[in-house]
């Protein structure tokens, strides 16, 4: 194999150029490390490259949802809405990477395809697609958590003539759905936001909905000069209450619990975020949601009424009614998706019992004999979550141990950061951390932060080789789940366990602790001087 022509000895590798990738490059490179990306997209921004459908927005919102670790970058870049379009995101990451001269040491339009440590040289050999490698002495995969799309387990997809698409993989140049009879399948995030702008276009829309989800209003408007005025004078307070929050999002840890107040208070309270609008500061009037069940039920109520109020039709109504508990799934934040259900040419198809059985050439049949023709079906149907990137790559650590097998019975790694048996190898928002329930930006700021200064120690420490301990990578584990088992989250099948893919194992993925545990939790360990972690001097590694 050739080594790539781009290919230096590299300190560092990272996989990924989304907002991981980009700001860990940013901070290796001000410490001097020779580090460079790989990337599979044309282009920087990660998920934000990859997902393009009409409607798509962060369900977090925008003076939030960006790098806080620069001044400078918060005064330059203006965001136009309260909750930013995909569109603009990009343009937001294409605007940092210019900023930040990050393109330099960018490979794109090249995947890696196999990573094998070596215990003799302690370093890792990267095969990428374009037939080149690399080796690096440390790989991160900044892979992110949503970015492996999932196919739904539905026979006959060859069959079907028409056009089908994923919302992960919108072509660029849109589709145009004019006079079309148009199939959704996937009412979770992304089919609740694509679905209103599918509606408009459209002849006619049918959405096949296997489980409905709860989602709130985002109330998105523009932001304004006025806003943007209040956030540079409150930007210290306002970086203050992210830190101390356990989704990292800016609202005030929430002191009472949804019995503490009468029923009275408890709707005024609950109506007052509705009419706010976003999904995190709705979920966090009460303290309880995620922990009491009685207190859950009555906060789902709340929005199951609010649907009811909404969609015109009493039983379609209720059969938009989701019935797990809320929260125990990342819950939705939408723009007139259940305003939509009262246009004549939106169809809900409940496939919950009985099931689409099979894409025909002219739509799909469901199990009951029913077909439905249509002329494109778009699939919402979400990702291999948490797991899917990690898997995809052949990575291979000590004595042949490959990360599919070290993760068989799901996944096990110390501080979402290391599996154990592959040195020198680390993840950025992986399972095992809070990453996806909390305001992933965050999230990421701190794991980019304590990688660089974990790399910086090695190498005033001359330390050629780190690794997770695997007693602390099981006493990790367990404390992931101890801390998930005293929430809700476990009583719901989702992606965060791995529940919608066949043969997946079903474990909880993410950190429920919260962020500022996590941090403290990460921090103290870094301040032990890597407590947990097997170090190995040069000199010994020279030895060996
Ligand atoms: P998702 O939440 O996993 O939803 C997948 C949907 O597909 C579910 O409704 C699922 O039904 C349905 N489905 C799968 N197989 C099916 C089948 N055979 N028949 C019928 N329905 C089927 O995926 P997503 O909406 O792409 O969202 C994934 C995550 O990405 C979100 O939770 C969020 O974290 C992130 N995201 C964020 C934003 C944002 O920031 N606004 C936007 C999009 C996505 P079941 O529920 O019954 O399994």
Same mark, same amino acid.
């Given at each position: 194999m050739q080594e790539s022509a781009a290919a230096r000895p590299l300190d560092i590798l990272i996989v990924g150029a989304g907002f991981s990738g980009m700001y860990l490059l940013h901070? #290796? !490179?001000?410490? !001097?490390f020779n580090v460079r990306i790989v990337e599979a997209a044309p282009e920087v921004g990660g998920t934000w490259w990859h997902n393009r459908y009409p409607g798509l927005r962060c369900d977090v919102e925008s003076l939030e949802y960006q790098y806080s670790w620069s001044e400078e970058l918060r005064r330059e870049w203006r965001w136009s809405e309260r909750f930013s379009s995909q569109p603009e995101i990009l343009e937001y990451a294409k605007? *940092? &990477?210019?900023?930040?001269? #990050?393109?330099?040491? /960018?490979? %794109?339009? *090249?995947?890696?395809e196999r990573a094998v440590w070596s215990d003799e040289t302690h370093r890792w050999s990267v095969s990428l697609s374009d037939g080149s490698s690399a080796t690096a002495r440390h790989v991160v995969f900044a892979t992110g958590a949503l970015a492996t799309p999932r196919m739904p387990d539905i026979p006959g997809v060859e069959n079907y003539e028409g056009r089908i698409i994923h919302t992960a993989q919108w072509p660029a140049q849109g589709v145009d759905f004019n006079g079309k009879s148009v199939g959704l399948i996937g009412t979770g995030s992304s089919g609740l936001q694509v679905a209103p702008q599918i509606a408009k276009q459209a002849n006619k829309l049918n959405i096949f909905q296997r489980s409905p989800a709860y989602s709130i209003?985002?109330?998105?408007?523009?932001?304004?000069k006025e806003d943007y005025k209040t956030f540079f004078e409150n930007i210290e307070e306002f970086d203050?209450?992210?830190?101390?929050?356990?989704g990292g999002i800016v609202v005030a840890n929430p002191t009472l619990g949804v019995q503490d107040v009468s029923p009275e208070e408890r709707k005024r309270m609950l109506r007052e975020r509705w009419e706010a609008g976003g999904a995190f500061t709705f979920l966090a009037t009460f303290k309880d949601v995620q922990?009491?069940?009685?207190?859950?039920?009555? *906060? &789902?109520?709340?929005? !199951? +009424? !609010?649907?009811? $109020?909404?969609?015109?039709?009493?039983? #379609?109504?209720e059969k938009l009614c989701p019935k797990y508990l809320i929260a125990t799934r990342r819950t939705c934040v939408d723009i007139g998706y259940y305003e939509m259900f009262n246009r004549d040419n939106v169809e809900l198809i409940d496939v919950?019992?009985?099931?689409?059985?099979? %894409?025909?050439?002219?739509?799909?049949r469901l199990a009951s004999g029913r077909e439905y023709a249509l002329n494109a079906i778009v699939l919402a149907t979400g990702y291999d979550a948490m797991t899917g990137a990690l898997l995809a790559v052949d990575v291979v650590g000590r004595d042949g141990l490959t990360v599919k097998e070290a993760w068989e019975n799901g996944p096990r790694n110390l501080l979402g950061l290391m599996i154990s048996g592959f040195p020198n190898m680390f993840t950025v928002t992986g399972p095992g951390s809070p990453s996806v #329930?909390?305001?992933? /930006?965050?999230? /990421? $700021?701190?794991?980019?932060?304590?990688?660089?200064?974990?790399?910086?120690?090695?190498?005033?420490?001359?330390? &050629?080789?780190?690794?997770?301990e695997e007693q602390a990578q099981d006493a990790w584990v367990?404390?992931?789940?101890?801390? &998930? +088992?005293?929430?809700?989250?476990?009583?719901?099948?989702?992606?965060?366990?791995?529940?919608? /893919?066949?043969?997946?194992?079903?474990?909880?993925?993410?950190?429920a602790g919260g962020l500022p545990a996590y941090r403290e939790h990460a921090d103290r360990v870094a301040r032990n001087g890597y407590e947990g972690f097997r170090l190995t001097r040069e000199k010994s590694v020279a030895q060996a």
């Open positions: 901070r #290796l !490179r001000n410490l !001097r605007f *940092v &990477a210019d900023k930040l001269d #990050l393109r330099r040491d /960018i490979q %794109f339009g *090249v995947r890696v209003p985002a109330r998105n408007r523009a932001l304004t203050a209450l992210a830190m101390t929050q356990k922990m009491n069940e009685t207190s859950n039920q009555l *906060v &789902a109520d709340f929005v !199951r +009424d !609010r649907i009811r $109020e909404t969609v015109a039709d009493p039983a #379609l109504a919950s019992e009985d099931r689409i059985a099979a %894409f025909t050439e002219k739509g799909v #329930l909390a305001n992933v /930006i965050r999230a /990421i $700021e701190h794991h980019v932060d304590w990688l660089s200064n974990c790399f910086d120690y090695l190498r005033r420490e001359s330390i &050629a080789c780190i690794e997770a367990q404390h992931v789940n101890q801390l &998930a +088992d005293r929430t809700l989250f476990p009583r719901t099948p989702s992606w965060y366990i791995g529940a919608d /893919i066949p043969g997946k194992p079903k474990v909880f993925m993410p950190f």
